[in-house]
């Protein structure tokens, strides 16, 4: 046969089958039972590895291991681990029962020795995001009950037995554990190429209700790799910025979750008089200390106006961090916003006159500074640019910085900086506006200091009872008086609640309807139990 015939069917055959690639939206192939996905909002790639001790996965499913218990998408407390706890009359001891079936990935048994190390070790070298301060010590009663004495009542803590995944506490080594995992969860680590992707293999020891599918490849990728991984069919869920959420991808449909993850500014509270943080970091700005600049910003940006534009209206106003979901909620800190008029007489109050190019000035300070925001993130740099312009329309210059995390800490207490926060824990709010925590890691970047709210997240960690707790941690947003709310000190400029948004592929159903809540960081794998093929491929 010819030579150039056959050459000319073998081409036929190839552009045939990139062809049907293309139609078919299918660039790899994969089994019925294994997922790939592109999240980079579940804890990335985590730097220390799998190592719930050392930080992999506070707020999210760690499904390597297990937690004592989980909160539902209603906030409810559902036991994993434990089958029950009580607390004592004084709010110093709780004892945890767990269960007498549970199994690590290695066929070990799990037993209460290994949840008292997890949290021992935890509060002596555990990473900061976790604060275990108040835990005196755990101590395993026999194997099935958990002690935990506390230093002071902390109507909280039962909140962080929802975060911390459990380790094998003779087997755990702080240098090698984050590399080689053991748990109890759903599933094992069974590969981790560093910059590239981890996979995930079903744990067959798991006691609870096993996922569908058996293989989980977790790709690196977020933005607009993510997007463009989706565009070829490579991943069956692909998380993209809500700027993305108009496109479309060939045999996937685009997923909205709501969340608790908000964006908000924090604005120095102070002036910059050579104060600095505890590990050497300039304190306060002369701009943004003046309230008078703070609550112009929180009256006149139009939150509304901003969800519409960049995040293509996937999103709700938030004007102090806490969103409708949780039970301390505080509507009455909410304020009518957009108003451009009351901002500017507000300004105009405290002696911010308008100059010649436009920005205000008082006493020849210029109301202007800057806004530092991560660089590989699309929505934080969006919103950013966004505040910016619509700051313009008060006499406010505000200049947007890109810059890494790392760069960005070392402005974090001097300029304003976006930042994300959402937790089914309201430690948070302690952790944004106690005075105790000025300049401590991300805490309380701005520097704010109020005694009365101080007071109020006192009495509301020391309550012996967590739902009785909420009436007074909505007290810090707004109390009548005072609170850190536009009413009161505009302590920073919160914009708005994030909604998540993915494409996911047309054949996988992921029980919307039994998501649980997203926080900062996002779950989407808090319900990967309930998740199915809808057809087989």
């Not at 150039?4 to 069917?9: E, P, V």
């Not at 275990?132 to 101590?139: D, E, P």
């Not at 087997?171 to 910059?195: A, E, M």
């Not at 008089?273 to 304190?283: F, H, P």
Request: negative net charge.
């Amino acid at each position: 046969m010819n030579k150039k015939y056959i050459a000319g069917i073998i081409g036929i055959i190839i552009l045939i089958g990139i062809i049907f690639m293309l139609l078919s939206g299918s660039g790899v192939k994969r089994n019925s039972d294994e997922l790939v996905v592109a999240v980079g909002t579940h804890g990335g790639e985590p730097k220390t590895g799998f190592d719930p001790i050392l930080g992999w996965n506070y707020y999210a499913e760690p499904l390597i291991q297990s937690t004592l218990f989980k909160r539902d998408n209603q906030m409810n407390l559902n036991n994993d681990l434990a089958k029950s706890y009580t607390l004592n009359p004084d709010g110093l001891k709780y004892y945890v029962t767990i269960r007498d079936d549970v199994k690590f990935s290695d066929n070990s048994s799990l037993t209460a020795e290994d949840v008292a190390f997890t949290y021992n070790k935890l509060k002596e070298v555990g990473a900061s995001e976790m604060d275990l301060s108040s835990m005196n010590s755990s101590n395993a009663i026999n194997n099935t009950t958990v002690e935990f004495k506390l230093n002071n009542p902390d109507s909280t803590f039962i909140n962080k037995m929802c975060y911390i995944g459990i380790v094998p506490g003779s087997k755990y080594d702080n240098q090698t554990y984050g590399k080689n995992p053991i748990g109890s969860g759903p599933y094992k680590l069974i590969q981790w190429d560093k910059g590239q992707q981890v996979i995930f293999e079903l744990n067959n020891n798991y006691y609870g209700k096993k996922p569908e599918f058996k293989k989980l490849t977790m790709i690196f990728s977020n933005g607009d790799a993510a997007f463009a991984s989706a565009k070829k069919g490579e991943v069956d869920i692909a998380e993209v910025p809500l700027s993305l959420t108009k496109e479309e991808v060939n045999n996937m449909v685009m997923t909205i979750i709501p969340s608790i993850d908000t964006r908000g500014i924090s604005l120095p509270y102070i002036p910059n008089n050579g104060t600095k943080t505890s590990e050497g970091r300039a304190l306060g700005n002369n701009v943004t200390s003046d309230i008078s600049i703070r609550k112009a910003l929180n009256y006149g940006i139009n939150r509304q106006t901003i969800i519409d534009g960049p995040l293509n209206g996937h999103g709700s106003k938030s004007f102090d961090g806490v969103t409708s979901q949780l039970p301390w909620y505080n509507p009455d800190a909410n304020i009518e916003d957009g108003k451009i008029d009351e901002a500017k007489q507000i300004l105009e109050d405290g002696d911010w006159k308008i100059g010649n190019d436009g920005i205000r000035e008082k006493n020849g300070l210029r109301a202007s500074f800057e806004l530092y925001y991560r660089s590989s993130d699309q929505d934080r740099q969006t919103l950013s640019l966004s505040v910016s312009e619509e700051a313009k329309k008060l006499g406010i210059e505000i200049k947007p910085v890109g810059k890494s995390q790392d760069d960005i800490d070392n402005f974090k207490n001097s300029q304003a900086v976006i930042w994300g926060w959402g937790s089914i824990d309201p430690t948070i709010i302690s952790n944004l506006y106690s005075s105790k925590l000025v300049g401590h890691v991300y805490y309380n970047p701005s520097g704010y200091n109020n005694s009365k709210v101080d007071n109020y997240i006192e009495e509301a960690t020391n309550s012996l009872d967590i739902n009785n707790s909420y009436n007074i941690w909505k007290k810090v947003s707004w109390d009548g008086n005072t609170g850190i709310s536009p009413k009161g000190d505009a302590a920073w400029l919160w914009l708005v609640t994030m909604d998540y948004s993915y494409f996911v592929d047309n054949n996988l159903n992921i029980s919307p309807q039994t998501t649980t809540i997203q926080p900062h960081g996002g779950d989407i794998f808090g319900n990967i139990y309930e998740w199915k093929r809808i057809k087989k491929p």
